[in-house]
């Protein structure tokens, strides 16, 4: 039980208002008419100085704080109603209080600027729960707060510098941190989690928001820029998978199914240009089936296309590895021929790409990397049924290709 005093509540909220660098009483004003009406536009002056007056006569204790200011007080001082009645004697937990948590849920641009300036950055920071406000944010499917903070570069997704895609696209917050002695971790956390990426891309989709899909490299994965003809180690694709990502391109129109089955191209890291499909477009085609959707014609069509480029591009290759030879050919037995040809042709199963290069009789090097489509299963489709056998042979001459030119 407490003793309701008005003096003492006001210096109280003297206090706190001093605490929360609201820097004067016009300030505070401003802010509480803005939560009470619910609009982010400059107040009325005169409303202003209204309001501010009534704020000062409430901290010296000659009127007292009246129900409806309760919760607006309460709010802007990130204290409980029992607090400022008991002036500060009474301490409940405070559900008014912004947190990674709470503000995910809210759909309050305001709001969302005031947590990103508060001073202690808690918006930089993963919660007891090992959370920070882009997980929540997609938990809680609140994509108007993440397209907020990418478009107006809090955060990105995917850094313009290509040299930063290793392991993830160089994603990071431009969110100014605290003094140097303090550790912000949602920049480090970005870096490390691709899967924020992946599920921002999700929401797009669900929103229909397709102008975003390019600007998240939805169709592509970091690991991509990882790859080379020269690069004799497989590179990781399942770490990047993402099922709900997956689902909500499944649901999405014929056209972003299509999207999805596009050929792109990729300057990786190691000034390699490379043609690539969605990682995951064997997967993709085999749902696409599943729910007998019709865009996978022309997803099987453009997978087909993709595998005969590359095989006749292999073919290229090894040609040119036979000229290399030149006249050393005379002197070397048939087997060691082919084995020079094929020597640097590798095929990862893992993942299903392929990477071959060579000299040709000038000395550059030509080469090719890649990964391959196959799709499991059939359908009672003929037409369907008939292009799955198409591609997975295309699959099966990349997969098993040995050179059988002359030599």
């Known amino acids: 039980m407490y003793k309701v005093d008005n003096i003492e509540i006001g210096e109280y909220i003297g206090g706190l208002i001093i605490a929360r660098e609201y820097a004067s009483d016009r300030r505070f004003a401003k802010e509480y008419i803005k939560l009470r009406d619910g609009k982010s536009d400059e107040p009325d002056p005169a409303e202003i100085q209204r309001v501010a007056n009534k704020v000062c006569q409430i901290k010296k204790g000659e009127k007292g704080i009246q129900i409806t200011d309760l919760p607006l007080f309460s709010d802007l001082l990130e204290v409980s109603i029992e607090a400022i009645l008991s002036a500060g004697e009474f301490v409940k937990p405070v559900s008014t209080r912004m947190t990674n948590y709470t503000v995910a849920c809210l759909k309050n641009e305001d709001t969302w600027k005031k947590y990103i300036d508060l001073p202690d950055k808690l918006i930089l920071n993963e919660d007891e729960y090992g959370k920070n406000i882009i997980d929540y944010a997609l938990e809680f499917k609140n994509y108007d707060l993440l397209k ?9 997704f995917v850094d313009d510098d290509q040299q930063k895609y290793w392991g993830s696209f160089g994603a990071g917050t431009r969110i100014e941190r605290r003094h140097p002695g303090s550790y912000d971790d949602l920049d480090v956390r970005m870096k490390e989690r691709d899967d924020l990426r992946t599920g ?35 590179i990781d694709f399942e770490k990047y998978y993402n099922p709900k990502m997956m689902d909500a391109i499944l649901k ?3 056209e972003v199914l299509k999207y999805f089955s596009k050929e792109f191209e990729v300057n990786t890291n190691f000034k390699a240009k490379s ?14 089936i599943k729910k007998n959707g019709k865009a996978a014609m022309s997803m099987l069509k453009r997978a087909l296309k993709h595998n005969k480029d590359l095989l006749k591009r292999i073919k290229q290759i090894a040609e040119l590895s036979a000229k290399s030879i030149g006249d050393k050919a005379k002197y070397m037995p048939k087997d060691a021929i082919y084995d020079w040809i094929m020597h640097d042709y590798i095929y990862y199963d893992d993942n299903d790409t392929v990477a071959y290069w060579t000299q040709d009789e000038k000395g550059a090097y030509q080469g090719v ?11 009672k489709d003929p037409s369907v049924a008939k292009l799955i056998g198409e591609l997975n042979e295309s699959y099966r001459m990349i997969h098993d290709y040995k050179y059988e030119g002359e030599v």
């Open 148 to 156: 907020f903070l990418t478009d107006n570069d809090y955060i990105y």
């Open 200 to 234: 921002m891309i999700a929401l797009a989709l669900e929103r229909g928001d397709y102008d975003m899909l390019d600007k998240m490299k939805a169709r592509e994965i970091p690991s991509l820029y990882e790859g080379s003809y020269f690069y004799r180690q497989s």
């Open 252 to 254: 999405s129109s014929d």
């Open 275 to 288: 043609r690539f499909m969605f990682p995951y477009l064997g997967k993709l085609i085999e749902m696409t």
């Open 369 to 379: 990397f890649s990964n391959v489509i196959r799709v499991s299963g059939t359908s």
